[in-house]
């Protein structure tokens, strides 16, 4: 007897949701297929699933979310602590501050390991004793008992640092170079530069492009004076750095003094600076106005066939424009933490609230549906995507195909061959195709 009802329950939803294939009942729970890649939310933006033959996602927010596009696989685990990367060339994995795994070298703190592209194997305990290959900017760092003894090496350059910072010793081709910080230090290149320096930073004369025909010189008795020069140009800061004149060919600025009063000028450029005011600059290809630093600036530069125009606030929020032919082809604007707006060649993306004041895939896939109340996208092909408050209103369109939900009010979908109708999360449902039309009642 409980086997024939179990198979009849089977049967009923089996025919049910053949008609009404689709579910949204959004921001509880959303089973939708869209261009060919099923999607399911539950529970507003904490729990997410899209599969598509080239895409995969999976997300438990805020903790975990598992992508993959292609060869391209993510994972993170409590964003920003924890993320891996594996694509056809690469792996890597982080586990901030603690783990650091790539392809050719591993870092479990205090151990680390690897090998060079060459095949050439190291390793090391920190601070006792390691020697690195190829990591770092260098061809090779060992240093014991870090900071007593550090050395490394790149090209025919070597370096010896002793209680670094203090001691420093340079040998290379033509080139040698000591450092006792902050008492004395010298580093020299035969035929390129001289440098040298007593009590750094009090105490600097150096010359250098040596190698040029336009030699540079310098000095420093900080703060008293520091002069700069060279065959086209010429510097004298005084008390420094509040007045300063510099030159350059034809080019002359002066502060007096550094920054409430600033001016410049030269054959194609012109500048003046009453801190903070206003500030006015204005080049060949360029011109920007401050108002009330850093409050407002508004900037002009121009290219060979295209014209950005960019207002600032704070530096951190932005207005961009830019313009091809007279006819804008691109618009950013981002006021953080409330509002963004973008709009290309590919379409139109806006959003509020804006936590981060930069566009980072780790974030956008773990945390950002969870803080964004408002999220609308449009491709240039006309199709729509806009939620409000987690999907209780959503709408939706893909070519023919076009989506309408206010949770628990309604849920239209259209189509031109049908048309689903849901009220009142579902207890009443309709479709219609052609003359035919299908009703549900209590899910009955």
């Not at 993320?83 to 901030?96: I, L, P, Q």
């Not at 095949?119 to 690195?132: L, R, T, V």
């Not at 040029?212 to 510097?235: G, H, N």
């Not at 066939?305 to 618009?331: A, P």
Request: hydrophobic residues 35%; glycine residues 4%.
């Amino acid at each position: 007897m409980l086997k024939r009802f179990l198979l009849l329950i089977c049967f009923w939803f089996a025919t049910s949701f053949s008609v009404y294939a689709d579910i949204n009942t959004a921001p509880l729970f959303r089973d939708q297929v869209w261009h060919k890649e099923k999607e399911i939310d539950a529970l507003g933006p904490f729990f997410s699933y899209a599969s598509s033959p080239k895409h995969k996602l999976f997300a438990l927010r805020p903790f975990f979310s598992y992508e993959r596009h292609g060869q391209t696989t993510y994972w993170d685990i409590f964003y920003p602590l924890i993320w891996y990367k594996k694509n056809s060339s690469d792996t890597s994995f982080c586990f901030f501050p603690f783990i650091n795994i790539g392809t050719n070298y591993k870092e479990i703190f205090p151990f680390f390991w690897g090998k060079t592209k060459e095949g050439e194997e190291y390793g090391g305990f920190f601070p006792f004793y390691g020697k690195m290959k190829q990591r770092y900017d260098r061809d090779e760092i060992e240093f014991i008992l870090w900071p007593l003894y550090i050395r490394s090496a790149k090209d025919d350059f070597h370096t010896t640092h002793l209680l670094w910072p203090l001691f420093t010793f340079t040998r290379g081709h033509q080139r040698q170079a000591f450092k006792f910080f902050p008492f004395y230090g010298y580093d020299i290149e035969k035929g390129k530069f001289e440098k040298h320096y007593f009590l750094w930073p009090f105490f600097i004369w150096q010359k250098t492009w040596l190698n040029t025909d336009r030699p540079q010189s310098y000095s420093a008795a900080f703060p008293l004076w520091v002069i700069e020069k060279s065959p086209v140009m010429c510097s004298y800061t005084f008390l420094w750095p509040f007045f300063r004149y510099y030159c350059y060919k034809d080019y002359r600025h002066y502060d007096f003094p550094w920054p409430l009063l600033g001016y410049s000028q030269g054959k194609t450029i012109k500048s003046f600076k009453l801190f903070p005011l206003i500030k006015y600059e204005n080049t060949d290809h360029q011109k920007s106005v401050f108002l009330f630093y850093p409050l407002y600036k508004y900037e002009v530069e121009k290219e060979k066939d295209e014209t950005i125009i960019t207002t600032y606030l704070f530096f951190v929020d932005r207005y961009e424009r830019r313009y091809k032919n007279g006819k804008v082809h691109f618009k950013l604007a981002h006021f953080w933490p409330f509002f963004y707006y973008r709009f290309d060649q590919q379409g139109k993306k806006v959003y509020f609230p804006a936590i981060l004041p930069i566009e980072n895939p780790s974030f956008e896939r773990v945390l950002a549906p969870i803080f964004r109340i408002y999220y609308h996208e449009q491709d240039n092909a006309g199709n729509i995507y806009t939620n409000w408050f987690w999907g209780f209103y959503s709408h939706r369109k893909e070519g023919k195909r076009e989506n309408y939900h206010l949770f628990p009010l309604f849920n239209l979908e259209k189509t031109p061959e049908e048309q689903k109708l849901s009220l009142f999360a579902s207890l009443f449902q309709s479709v219609t195709k052609g003359r035919s039309r299908h009703f549900r009642v209590f899910y009955l």
